[in-house]
């Protein structure tokens, strides 16, 4: 029989093995400090009209809740980075991790061989996988897993490699060793708070989500985005990467290695004027399986429209 120590070893080599960059473990077990502050954030309204944020509060913040007699919650980084940029300094920007394909389906794709080698190695293991796609608090899991502590952006930082990650769960009735978290390492640094265009964080580790430019661009579906912005934008259309930018741990990033991750030829070199000329046939063709789709042609045109104003 493989023993505890034994089993988390296996299982780390194999995350290594499909591609993630980092892998923590940590015991599953109620979100309490992060619990009081997820009703803090939503008490404030930070949410702006992301309802579903106040859906499955108990889900969130218990895991065990999500997977019937979850013991471990398996937390892995994907590093998302690329030096590739747009060509145009004045064409409107799209957020690095929006660059390829949706990262929903490639994570998605590895968890699924993860999760098979799993039951495989140990047997019958009851196990979920989550990438992005359920009340999960997936930065909260990567702190405790020790992969990082959460920046005053409210990103995830790594202390070796930034912050360019996507962020996935496995929730298992697997008992493993567990990872211990790291300190902060933030200082008295405040560069993402002093360069946010929309100042949305509002003091450090706390952001207003309904001032993000992410949130403006993406999740937000009115018709128009409120006036209140105009000329605050930093000329981002989809998504925002300026507090990432200006981190000095982002000197860590190292370049990603998935090709499906890369952007399609034409994506970086349309200028400001062909994006303005956008029409919904070279959208479904620059975006097949992209994350940008969330916004459909509508929201991005409108985003596009907004930045001109």
């Known amino acids: 029989m493989i023993n505890k ?14 591609g993630f960059s980092h892998v923590g473990i940590s015991k599953a077990s109620f979100l309490e400090d992060e ?5 803090k954030w939503l008490l404030n309204d930070y949410n702006g009209k992301m309802q579903y944020m106040e859906n499955h509060f108990d889900l969130r913040t218990d895991p065990r809740k999500l997977v019937h007699g979850a013991k471990s919650v398996i937390t892995i980084l994907f590093n998302y980075y690329t030096n590739k940029k747009q060509i145009d300094p004045e064409a409107p920007k799209i957020s690095k991790y929006a660059y390829g394909k949706d990262y929903h389906y490639v994570i998605k794709n590895k968890l699924k061989e993860f999760q098979a080698f799993i039951s495989a190695k140990f047997g019958d293991v009851n196990m979920r ?3 992005d796609s359920a009340p999960v608090m997936d930065k909260a899991w990567a702190k ?10 409210s990103n995830l930082v790594n202390k070796k ?5 996507f962020i996935a769960e496995i929730i298992l009735d697997l008992e493993l060793d567990s990872d211990l978290p790291i300190r902060d390492y933030c200082g008295s ?14 003091k450090p580790y706390v952001v207003d989500g309904s001032k993000c430019i992410s949130y403006l661009t993406i999740e937000l579906k009115d018709e128009i985005i409120p006036k209140e912005f105009s000329g605050k934008m930093d000329n981002w259309m989809f998504g925002c990467d300026v507090c990432q930018q200006v981190c000095p741990w982002n000197r860590n990033a190292t370049p990603h290695q998935e090709p499906l991750f890369d952007p399609p030829n034409d994506l970086l070199s349309l200028t ?7 029409d919904e046939e070279m959208y479904r063709e620059l975006f097949k399986k992209s ?10 045109k409108r985003n596009i429209t907004f930045l001109s104003q």
Request: glycine share 8%; charged share 30%.
């Open 5 to 18: 120590t034994n089993r988390t070893k296996i299982i780390k080599e194999k995350a290594f093995e499909l």
């Open 35 to 39: 619990a009081r502050n997820l009703e």
């Open 129 to 131: 996988g989550f990438v």
């Open 144 to 153: 405790k897993s020790g992969l990082g502590w959460i920046g005053k952006h």
């Open 161 to 165: 490699k930034g912050s360019y990650f």
């Open 189 to 202: 640094c405040t560069r993402c708070i002093d360069s946010c265009p929309t100042e949305a964080i509002v």
């Open 272 to 278: 400001k004027k062909e994006w303005k000329e956008l």
């Open 291 to 300: 994350p940008v789709k969330r916004t459909k042609f509508s929201g991005l």
